[in-house]
């Protein structure tokens, strides 16, 4: 059995005990590549050695035994490697291209579909969600799981203009990033306080230090220690929540979801842009967020038609402007797109320098 190695918590781990044997060799010597078909990437060495990536979804969370299966896939067709990605897709990288076709017809058989590459819609990244975090006000993968759902047939075809990413998060401040369509998590009301429990629950120290724009501050009620909030100060991200679980800020009716688009992190072809708000308000009504499905399948399906070849969302929008993306989509302009926000002047940082 291999020894155990120990954690390591700074940075990322060394890659090169597990990579696969052919890329660990070719490292940095790779001279050419191309994307055969959807699913599939080609890399050569300059060597001539060839390697073939087959990349595939999964559901996300996955039980132990849908790991040991991929274990057991990744032995017979791979050489028993494998590798996550970070829009947790799972990549075989075979050295044969006869290994190809019976490597998809396996993963297809188990239900895994071979796609996300290229001008496809890739694999929703979302935020840790429940099962990590203390401030969600949705279920961020349970969103993904849905909706790709429905996008399944973007995911194994490439038939959109470029690569399509989208992301979800399940509160708006901290974890979520740009993305060609984001789909976010928004409080739209400040926190009501229970202010017969926050002295039995709270530090209210702590609770006070968790606010971004220093919105809260320590007041007596009734006699007794609690917590007042500025509520013009407030933006709603519902990060006093965990430290303080009286400071209730989920509800049915102010915590809705929004969409975003446009936003790029990377420096390819363009540089990066932010993301803008284009529908808000929408149901977070789980398990299958129909109405969250309906407006993304709709941009989508807009862009599909009407980009140029190889314009991502922001490119085709910055060409046909916004007006006309809210025309072409259907999707109405209101108030609530305008930030008419004044508090980040004098509370968020908004420059490269740290202040207190
Ligand atoms: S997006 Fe917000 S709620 Fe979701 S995991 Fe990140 S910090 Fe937590
Ligand atoms: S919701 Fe956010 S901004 Fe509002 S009081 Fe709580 S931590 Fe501060």
Same mark, same amino acid.
């Given at each position: 059995?291999?020894?155990?190695? &120990?954690?390591?918590?700074?940075?990322?781990?060394?890659?090169?005990?597990?990579?696969?044997?052919?890329?660990?060799?070719?490292?940095?010597?790779?001279?050419?590549?191309?994307?055969?078909?959807?699913?599939?990437?080609?890399?050569?060495?300059?060597?001539?050695?060839?390697?073939?990536?087959?990349?595939?979804?999964?559901?996300?969370?996955?039980?132990?035994?849908?790991?040991?299966?991929?274990?057991?896939?990744?032995?017979?067709?791979?050489?028993?490697?494998?590798?996550?990605?970070?829009?947790?897709?799972?990549?075989?990288?075979?050295?044969?291209?006869?290994?190809?076709?019976?490597?998809?017809?396996?993963?297809?058989?188990?239900?895994?579909?071979?796609?996300?590459?290229?001008?496809?819609?890739?694999?929703?990244?979302?935020?840790?969600?429940?099962?990590?975090?203390?401030?969600?006000?949705?279920?961020?993968?349970?969103?993904?799981?849905?909706?790709?759902?429905?996008?399944?047939?973007? +995911?194994?075809?490439?038939?959109?203009?470029?690569?399509?990413?989208?992301?979800?998060?399940?509160?708006?401040?901290?974890?979520?990033?740009?993305?060609?369509?984001?789909?976010?998590?928004?409080?739209?009301?400040?926190?009501?306080?229970?202010?017969?429990?926050?002295?039995?629950?709270?530090?209210?120290?702590?609770?006070?230090?968790?606010?971004?724009?220093? &919105?809260?501050?320590?007041?007596?009620?009734?006699?007794?220690?609690?917590?007042?909030?500025?509520?013009?100060?407030?933006?709603?991200?519902?990060?006093? +929540?965990?430290?303080?679980?009286? !400071?209730?800020?989920?509800?049915?009716?102010?915590?809705?979801?929004?969409?975003?688009?446009?936003?790029?992190?990377?420096? &390819?072809?363009?540089?990066?842009?932010?993301?803008?708000?284009?529908?808000?308000?929408?149901?977070?009504?789980?398990?299958?967020?129909?109405?969250?499905?309906?407006?993304?399948?709709?941009?989508?399906?807009?862009?599909?038609?009407?980009?140029?070849?190889?314009?991502? !969302?922001?490119?085709?929008?910055?060409?046909?402007?916004?007006?006309?993306?809210?025309?072409?989509?259907?999707?109405?302009?209101?108030?609530?797109?305008?930030?008419?926000?004044?508090?980040?002047?004098?509370?968020?940082?908004?420059?490269?320098?740290?202040?207190?």
């Amino acid at each position: 059995m291999a020894e155990l190695r &120990a954690p390591d918590e700074c940075g990322v781990p060394d890659p090169m005990p597990f990579m696969h044997p052919t890329l660990r060799e070719n490292y940095g010597k790779w001279v050419f590549h191309s994307h055969p078909k959807p699913g599939v990437l080609y890399h050569r060495a300059e060597n001539g050695t060839e390697v073939w990536t087959v990349k595939f979804g999964t559901a996300r969370q996955l039980d132990g035994y849908t790991v040991r299966l991929l274990c057991d896939l990744a032995d017979k067709h791979a050489d028993g490697h494998m590798r996550f990605t970070a829009r947790s897709n799972v990549e075989f990288m075979v050295t044969a291209e006869s290994k190809v076709d019976p490597l998809i017809k396996e993963l297809n058989s188990h239900g895994f579909p071979v796609g996300g590459t290229a001008n496809s819609v890739s694999m929703i990244s979302h935020t840790q969600g429940f099962l990590h975090c203390d401030i969600p006000g949705t279920d961020a993968s349970g969103v993904v799981k849905a909706l790709m759902d429905e996008l399944h047939e973007e +995911f194994i075809k490439c038939e959109m203009p470029n690569r399509v990413k989208l992301s979800t998060s399940c509160c708006e401040i901290n974890c979520g990033g740009q993305a060609d369509i984001a789909i976010i998590m928004q409080h739209t009301k400040p926190p009501k306080i229970n202010h017969d429990l926050v002295a039995n629950v709270c530090e209210r120290p702590t609770v006070v230090a968790r606010c971004p724009v220093a &919105a809260i501050r320590p007041a007596l009620v009734n006699g007794k220690p609690s917590l007042e909030v500025d509520e013009k100060k407030c933006i709603c991200c519902g990060a006093c +929540f965990p430290p303080c679980p009286p !400071m209730q800020i989920n509800d049915p009716e102010h915590s809705k979801i929004a969409i975003w688009v446009g936003g790029k992190n990377s420096n &390819a072809r363009s540089k990066p842009t932010f993301h803008k708000l284009v529908a808000s308000g929408l149901p977070n009504n789980l398990p299958r967020w129909p109405e969250v499905a309906a407006v993304v399948k709709n941009i989508l399906a807009v862009y599909k038609a009407d980009a140029q070849p190889w314009e991502r !969302m922001g490119d085709w929008i910055d060409r046909i402007g916004w007006p006309r993306f809210f025309e072409k989509t259907g999707l109405p302009f209101t108030k609530y797109h305008i930030d008419d926000w004044r508090g980040s002047r004098t509370t968020l940082n908004a420059s490269t320098h740290i202040r207190f």
